[in-house]
């Protein structure tokens, strides 16, 4: 059996449908389909020198790599490497092979840090801190079905307050960009992000393939969208969540709930019949709602980080 690492091809309808495969299995609470890979790797930004890899035995694809410069932070010399394996081909050296190109080619570019996310599992930990990488903060997945379960039933809007759906902005997305920006820099995160490039937003949020303006939910106070959970799905029965947030001066009126809970019902409405979301481990408050809502934690990840020599 020979193991080769390559880059995923442009233009091959074959490798996009194999790693998203592969990366279904290894991650199942993520959506991914062959046309967003497709999408991410044509439309990302030039300074993130994003290059998918592949781990490919007897002409299968085993393994997968998402790599690149992490641009968008202050900070220079930072890197990302996330490598999943197929589950049933693990110990046959794609996952080595794959961190190892991913370091050349990183380091490379002059990066010294580099982070990766890892399920946290004894044999994917073992596997990280093998090569040099060690653990720091972590994240939860989270799911709700939406099919047999009971969501919260959507509350009177306060006064001042309505809901507006993301499309209802299509024709000037700037606030939207604006109020996405503030809630990003407040995400608990070991890497500082400036979110401050509105076209590279436009073309990596709203243009992506799996983002859903219908499901996205905005609370507008006086005109101002002041609240927002973002909706996108994968074409089929599955919805995530990717963000929810409030502007910094209206916090702690329960308007992200409330964008929420109005998204959650667009989405069942819509026959949607899975929900999935993320929280970092730290943000008690946002786990609070989801587990009011009726999410349950199905996986927890790990970010490793590893300095360059």
């Excluded at 694809?61 to 890197?79: F, K, L, N, R």
Aim: proline share 6%.
């Amino acid at each position: 059996m020979t193991m080769t690492v390559r880059d995923l091809r442009r233009g091959v309808r074959a490798d996009f449908e194999g790693f998203a495969h592969v990366r279904h299995l290894a991650l199942p609470f993520y959506l991914v389909t062959a046309d967003s890979l497709a999408y991410d790797l044509a439309h990302a930004h030039p300074d993130s020198h994003y290059r998918p890899l592949v781990a490919e035995e007897d002409d299968e694809i085993v393994g997968t790599a998402q790599i690149g410069i992490v641009h968008d932070s202050p900070e220079p010399g930072q890197g990302y490497v996330n490598v999943y394996v197929h589950p049933g081909r693990t110990g046959r050296g794609a996952g080595t092979a794959l961190v190892r190109a991913a370091e050349e080619y990183l380091a490379g570019l002059g990066a010294t840090r580099l982070f990766a996310w890892v399920l946290d599992e004894p044999g994917n930990r073992a596997f990280a801190e093998r090569h040099g990488y060690r653990g720091s903060r972590s994240a939860h997945f989270l799911r709700l079905d939406l099919a047999n379960g009971t969501l919260p039933p959507r509350p009177p809007l306060p006064t001042g307050v309505e809901l507006r759906t993301g499309a209802d902005f299509a024709d000037d997305l700037r606030p939207l960009f604006e109020l996405d920006s503030e809630t990003m820099a407040d995400e608990p995160s070991d890497i500082a992000y400036e979110f401050t490039d509105y076209e590279a937003w436009q073309q990596e949020t709203w243009h992506h393939p799996l983002f859903s303006p219908e499901l996205t939910s905005v609370a507008v106070v006086d005109g101002r969208p002041a609240a927002f959970s973002a909706g996108r799905t994968d074409g089929g029965t599955r919805y995530g969540t990717v963000m929810t947030g409030t502007a910094r001066a209206f916090r702690g009126r329960g308007l992200a709930k409330l964008a929420k809970t109005d998204s959650l019902h667009r989405a069942r409405e819509a026959g949607l019949t899975e929900a999935f979301t993320g929280n970092d481990t730290g943000n008690g408050p946002m786990i609070a709602i989801n587990k009011w809502f009726g999410y349950e934690i199905c996986a927890t990840e790990v970010r490793h980080v590893h300095e360059l020599g």
